[in-house]
Structure formats: structure tokens, C-alpha cells
């Protein structure tokens, strides 16, 4: 089957996104509160979707869910400079919880991140050609506490469309070696980025867990 990704390299796309957000907060001043731009967030966020789509059946609720939250991340930068100022103007409005809030879609999207970020620490921790079960524990950790019954078993039954390991490879136009440096780089990197996203919402007694 013809690669629909051409020569692009997603995987490696994505993680040198990351690793420049990751870069931005660690190279800023520990007595000045750190700041990520929404712009440059959501674009990397973007580049993530390929990720989803090359998961087939199984994350399509997940890749249709998350690619709308970054278009509305995309369309605040317009007018919303920092991920900071975003968060205190829901605050403000007093709309953080309610549908289509950007503080609330900003959460939706950390998870989308965090699912990835787990799925491939699962896939860097066995050699197996099959995905079903990284997958599966990618999913149970970061979506299921969050989904009824019916998406989770929708989610169950679209495991078994999953690509293999191999199949991976070629959609992503890389072989093994050159997918784990990328996916560890993907790792470390979103890791900084999740945990910065965390704070926010904790510092302000909104929890994450909604």
C-alpha cells in the first residue's frame, strides 16, 4: 500500500516540537514564573495527529476529539499569547469546567499527549511486532478512568485493527533504531511540557482529574 506520508518524517517532526517547548521552560528563570506560548504549543500539538490516524480504528473517537481541542488551542493563540493568561481569563469568566472552554480543551489535549507519551514507553519496553498490547495499557492508564462503557468497549474491539510494530515503522517512515531515539525524545520532552500543563491547573486548585 502506497505511504500516504511520503518522504515526511512525523515522528521526528514531533519530537524536535517537544523538545523545543521542553528546551523553552528549563532555559527559563527559576524566580520568574515559567510561560509557554499558546501558538508554538498548539502547532506541536498538531503534529501529534498523524500519530493517532496511523493507530487506526481503535483511537479515532481520540484522534477526532483531539484535533478538534488543538484547532480551538489554534484559534486562541490569535488573540491569547500564554497558556498562563489563557487559563486565569476561564478563571476570570468563570467558565473552566463548562464545554468548549479553552482551559477545558487544553486538559483534553494534555491527555491525548500523556496517551502517546505511554504508548511509547510501552512500545520501547518490548521487542513484540504487536501493538495491541501497548496499546491497551496506553489507553486503560490515560483515557479509560475518563470514558462509559461504550466507547471503552468500542476501544476494546478496534484493538485487534491496530497496525503491527513493522507497520508502524513504515507509516512513520523510520526503522527501529531511528524510531526509539525519537520516541524517547518524545518522552522526556511532552514529559516537561505534561508536568508544567499539571502545575498549572493544580497551582490553581482546579485539579486534572475531570
Not at 487559563?87 to 477545558?104: F, K, L, P, Y
Amino acid at each position: 500500500m502506497a505511504n500516504h506520508t511520503g518522504e515526511e518524517k512525523p515522528l521526528r517532526k514531533m519530537s524536535e516540537a517537544f523538545k523545543d517547548l521542553a528546551n523553552t521552560l528549563s532555559s527559563q528563570t527559576l524566580d520568574q514564573p515559567a510561560h509557554l506560548e499558546v501558538a508554538p504549543f498548539s502547532r506541536a500539538c498538531t503534529l501529534v495527529s498523524p500519530l493517532f490516524r496511523c493507530l487506526g480504528i481503535a483511537f479515532k473517537f481520540a484522534e477526532l476529539d483531539y484535533v478538534a481541542k488543538v484547532d480551538d488551542l489554534a484559534e486562541a493563540s490569535k488573540s491569547i499569547t500564554t497558556l498562563h493568561t489563557m487559563m486565569e481569563q476561564d478563571i476570570q469568566a468563570n467558565c473552566v469546567r463548562r464545554a468548549g472552554s479553552h482551559t477545558r480543551n487544553l486538559l483534553r489535549v494534555k491527555r491525548g499527549l500523556d496517551m502517546i507519551k505511554v504508548l511509547f514507553e510501552q512500545i520501547i519496553a518490548t521487542e513484540a511486532n504487536s501493538l495491541k498490547d501497548p496499546a491497551s495499557k496506553a489507553y486503560t492508564q490515560v483515557f479509560a478512568p475518563y470514558h462509559g462503557w461504550a466507547i471503552r468497549t468500542a476501544v476494546s474491539a478496534g484493538m485487534y485493527a491496530l497496525p503491527t510494530r513493522q507497520q508502524l515503522m513504515i507509516k512513520l517512515n523510520e526503522d527501529e533504531d531511528s524510531a526509539r531515539t525519537q520516541m524517547q525524545n518524545y518522552v522526556g520532552s511532552c514529559g516537561t511540557v505534561i508536568t508544567y500543563i499539571d502545575k498549572l491547573f493544580i497551582s490553581r486548585d482546579l485539579g486534572i482529574d475531570w
